[in-house]
């Protein structure tokens, strides 16, 4: 098969530099150009060190120039700077960001979380949703979702659908600090982080509450209110998304494992584990497996399900090439693993 | 002033560990009996290398003979262990016990949670409950409270308490290693747990669930359900709560705020941070404080607080301190501090 | 190409789950028969919930039987089990061996260091030796390399080698935990081994100890003396070894890098950084390549090189992979990756 | 006793941090101006949100207005900056120098090392090397021995002292984070540290490398050479140091052990623990104290010693403290302990 050539912007970042891991190890891509902002100039092995095989290649400047002529784009740029960017590379380039601008279907909610002008929609990069994969065959553009709302839609969704929750949600999310960036900042710090665990955006704030909102109330008619607590722990990868809701009505827990067995049962990265295995974000670092549980809780009247992913690989990067496959065509797995590196 | 001598049974675990720490630092107390189960016999420093000053002593097995004649006997044993043992302490000796066995008051809850015969119930040691302070001076038996429930209840207290919310509560608690115990079992070993996150005892199983709702029963006519879920992270100490409830009516943050700040006004070890600051565990490592914080998601209709302390010290030895100090007359913090250890 | 069939003996552990991690992503293996001593009769899914394709796997006796039929055997067991096991398998079958009985070719040695008798010598799993890689061309068992003694080698060789040092080394060598095994240990406990830094094995008693002398005392005719101090670092995998030597004449840092330059310009694995940028464990993680760097320290009159691998991968379950290769006939680097998992 | 005022230059960093942590626990010590470069103006409790009871303290501009009218002056500046601060302090304050600028007496030295002039030379900090302490009573000037120096020399002390080894020696120390400051950098990110162990500032560049061959030097008549390499391992805080140097004749391991035991027998802080138990930095957190053993490898012809310690408490805020102490005329020991925060 002939190869697609590939570029990516923002090959200096984690996102960037967890799609080039990726990249390199599929067979239908040859990867391109490699940008990069204040970067510019420097070699990919002093920033990239573990991307061995690319170590001489020299980061270019994030540009139309540097991005012309490749067959795909994908964007990890921080947020705000993909759409004027996008609006530029044609319509015949599979553009796929990892960033959130084209995520949110509502300006209002985009300019309340992002305070600017919104960019517009693209197709939605969570395969895993009804209708998804669909719309994402053939795509020339595809938002790549954001890591918690991969997790947390993933955990709730087959609840909230089969109408066995009220859609009023509460979702804890652990996640480890590659999430927040590779800027160096005093609070990120390992000497900060290591041994503490902290919340931030608590109440409502943190920009990823309207995507989850969003998807979940895609799948029910009725009203989808989203409790959103994230905390920052001490791992350089992974969320664990613990996920509630009250019970619409009586259901058991194995019933209630039935319908999450039954609504991933073709998918080839979701793997809701044995009953009474809970999931563990180490089981899938470096993978795109989504690993889940779910139980019921009778005395406090709830559901409750938890979820891990790896939020650079399938939170972020490892969605992107599933996009990439599906929208080339490719089989969907190609290039990807459900194969995580533990211990 | 006198000292008052003091044994501690468990001296090799991590809880015995932490009360011999601060016992170290205690200037009324005289450290008698250091004994263990199957450690007995082996020299301390080979076991809590940290405890420098005692690294000679050596550890008696865990016996009436060897607890006798201490005016304080505190207990760092085995859930199930602390029972039977102190039905045959004096009367006129303060037990404080760091274990589950005499906490709870309803005697089928133990059951439920634990499998066996009800101790019975004594002095709960947290001084930060309304009445309890009062109690718990001139005791001379004390149930030290759990970790979880410790700042479980305390970030949840004024909520309830003040009918803020509905007493319909999600706690979600992320807790480092040490909370587990000393005993050796592959899912703590340190290959598994770092870069990891994992939940476990979901869906309202784990044994402090009960005593969670028990204190905040104690709060509110209302009948009250708690969805307890706790987190493994990869640190060895502290704990982060995160605790949420529906809005029982129109609140804002700055109301809530008031609140919490009011019901802890003159608490020695309970800060609650300025407005806007999270707390993170790192900062309360080794002390005695709990750090606080409230705010309320007009969205999602709920009230959220996250609250941070140390297991085994304000969760566990230091509790047992502080109650030793109402306890005997002492002040409230002597030989405590809210101080943390960080970075 | 027919695919040939493995069996993995020992597949519960650390060792046995990376040769698992890797084959599953070799092109040209079929996985046969995966046993475990105690934890025959589980499900791998329970033990190994990161293979999450070999999830429904049911791990059976370790036996002749059970190895029976396969094309290649790994052995991944505890020292001194593999000897017996060995000498019952068919000389026709390719018999890889993960642990250290077949490593040493001096008998006295073997014996001071593991207090049984000497098992034999096999074919010596480290490539990148001179002249090594034509005793695995079609090899029928294979002795896979200590991870220490992997490093420890290839930090040292070249200099050794080319004489610009006396052979009188001193290596100081940090590993994560994954190197102690998977049996559970207080001392391996997470919240003992997180925070916190050890040396172990002190004063040349450590096993790996013969084995690195014999490496390196293959490279030269002096007398080859090795003081190795193993440490314990709060990480799951990885070994950073420092190695240093005084300098036999004047040699100069350049020259000393040109040197390794040289000795390793046509490794596939072995990588030499830039000049002036030093290894990280973190950039190997799950991958085959070794990180290396050399200079000069004029002052003290010595070389002092640094060379990262990961203790599991290139350390063992890689070194495994890349001998199947080589004594298989298949591209040496087949099902193998130089890139590692970061951040 | 009267208290004496004592300020502190560099509140918000990690050395500042942990003075005032331990200031905050002398009896003798009142707490007076905390000052700062860029944060001044904030409050201590968002940038040390630990330091509870000073929570609401206000950061001053690093001045000689603000120090003015203590008793005891702390700097924890980065280095070049305490020499022009401290040659305006009055002859009658006592200043206490946590960084660099008069530890080296040879001013060839720093100008080599830290390239600027030298500033002078104070009497330095470490009260275990002999005579120290004599130097320490009533001085008003104390430099503050870096954190390597300290445990690097405190390691090898008695063996170079008492001639068992040549003086040729190979120090490789591993260190927690927070010796690296609280400067954001990106290679000091959480995301980069944790999983990984990096070696820096190899083959002699590192600047504590002419401290240590000054201590050590001070102890033989003998030419000195020290190779030094320090490694960066996934943990906030701690140092353990393994020390080694060739045999200068026959000794034995236990005749070794004789020697350290006999020049640490007075000593308050420095622990060698039991023959066959090696330190870990856990044993010493937030403590004072220094961990040590030795041994001797007879087939490698080396005495090798590890030491442990906390780069922030005896490493550098601890030992201003106890030098605090012995200039004052305070016991030693004063708010100072010797027991670990451990797990």
Known sequence: MNKVRVAVAGASGYAGGEVLRLLLGHPFVEIGALTAGSNAGEQLGTLQPHLTPLADRVLEETSLATLAGHDVVVLALPHGQSGPLAAQLGDDVLVIDCGADFRLTDPGDWERFYGSAHAGTWPYGLPELPGQRELLAGAKRVAVPGCYPTVSTLTLAPAVAAGLVEPDVVVV??????????????????????????????????????????????????????????????????????GSAPLAGPVTAAEAYDVYAKAYADEPFVHLLPQGQWPQTKSVLGSNAVHLQVTVDEAAGRLVAVGAVDNLAKGTAGAAVQCLNLALGYDEATGLSAVGLAP
Do not use: W
Request: glycine share 16%; aromatic share 2%.
């Open 173 to 242: 999310a652990a996640s480890g600090t590659s999430g927040a960036g590779k800027a160096p900042k005093t609070n990120l710090l390992g000497s900060e982080v290591m041994g503490s665990v902290s919340a931030y955006g608590v109440g409502g704030v943190h920009r990823h509450t309207p995507e989850i909102t969003q998807n979940l109330g895609g799948l029910t008619d009725a009203p989808v209110r989203v409790s959103f607590t994230p905390l920052l722990v001490p791992m350089p990868r992974g969320i664990l998304a613990t």
